[in-house]
C-alpha cells in the first residue's frame, strides 16, 4: 500500500498501545499480568514462487530486503514494548529464513533474547504449506531457532487443523501453538 517506510513507526506504535492496555488491566488485577506478543510477519510477497509463470526463477523479493523489512518490523516491536516476538502466518519457510534471521541481530544489538514463537500456515486439505512442505518438513526448517513455541494458524477450520496440530506435538520439541 505504499506505506512501507512506516513500517517501523506503526510496529512501534501498535506495541506500545497494546504495551498500555496491558499495563492498565494488570493495575486492575495484579495477579493476572499481561504481556504484549508482537507479531512479525508475512509479507505479501513470496520468496518461493515465481510471480511470473513464463519465468519460474523471477522473485519480486531478495533474501537480503526480506531481513532489512522483518529487521525493521522487529525493532518498532520490541520498542513499543513487545516482550515476545511471533514469526507468523508462515506459508513459506522461504520468507521465515529472513524472519528467523533478522531478530538474530536485534538480540546482539540490544544486547538480550526474546522468546520467538514461531507459526506456520497450512493452507489445505492435502497438509502442506503454500510452498509444498508437510508439518514434519516445516518444524524441520525452523526448529534450529530453538523457539519457545512452534505452532500453526488460520488457514483451516479447528476441524481440519486437528491432524497437523497432532503432528506438530509429535515431532516439536517446544511448546505447541494453534490459533
Not at 16 to 22: G, H, I, K, M, S
Not at 31 to 50: F, K
Amino acid at each position: 500500500y505504499g506505506m512501507e517506510d512506516l513500517a517501523y513507526e506503526m510496529n512501534y506504535a501498535s506495541a506500545r498501545l497494546a504495551r498500555e492496555a496491558c499495563d492498565a488491566m494488570t493495575e486492575q488485577t495484579p495477579d493476572r499480568p499481561r504481556w504484549v506478543i508482537g507479531a512479525l510477519g508475512p509479507t505479501n510477497t513470496t520468496a518461493s514462487i515465481s510471480p511470473d509463470v513464463n519465468d519460474p526463477g523471477k522473485r519480486n523479493i531478495t533474501y537480503d530486503r526480506l531481513v532489512e523489512a522483518y529487521l525493521e518490523a522487529s525493532r518498532g516491536l520490541v520498542d513499543g514494548g513487545a516482550v515476545l516476538i511471533m514469526i507468523e502466518t508462515i506459508f513459506d519457510t522461504r520468507n521465515a529464513k529472513p524472519a528467523i534471521f533478522a531478530v538474530e541481530p536485534l538480540f546482539e544489538e540490544y544486547g538480550r533474547r526474546w522468546p520467538v514463537i514461531i507459526s506456520g500456515t497450512i493452507t489445505d486439505a492435502s497438509g502442506r504449506t503454500l510452498s509444498g512442505q508437510v508439518t514434519e518438513a516445516f518444524w524441520s526448517s525452523v526448529r534450529h531457532v530453538g523457539p519457545l513455541a512452534v505452532g500453526l494458524n488460520c488457514a483451516l477450520g479447528a476441524k481440519e487443523m486437528r491432524p497437523y496440530i497432532a503432528e506438530m506435538a509429535r515431532i516439536a520439541d517446544s511448546f505447541v501453538s494453534c490459533y
